[in-house]
């Protein structure tokens, strides 16, 4: 049995609070990393803010496209 597959019947059993408390342990996660890791925070500090909202578009749009658009 390969990877893939365990991955696969992984994913079955996740529904939609499982996939919400992914999100929000990975927002928790990254603002910890920047807290207690003064590099990470300079370095989002210096990094000009319209990188970021490219990144939310780019990331956003085939979810965005696959859920309301086809």
Known sequence: MGLIN????AMKKIDWL???LIKFSTAAFVLFVITVWPAAMNLVHSIHWGWFLA????LAARP???AYIK
């Open 55 to 58: 990144a939310l578009i780019i």
């Open 18 to 20: 499982d996939v919400a």
């Open 64 to 66: 965005f496209y696959r």
């Open 6 to 9: 365990i991955w696969e019947k």
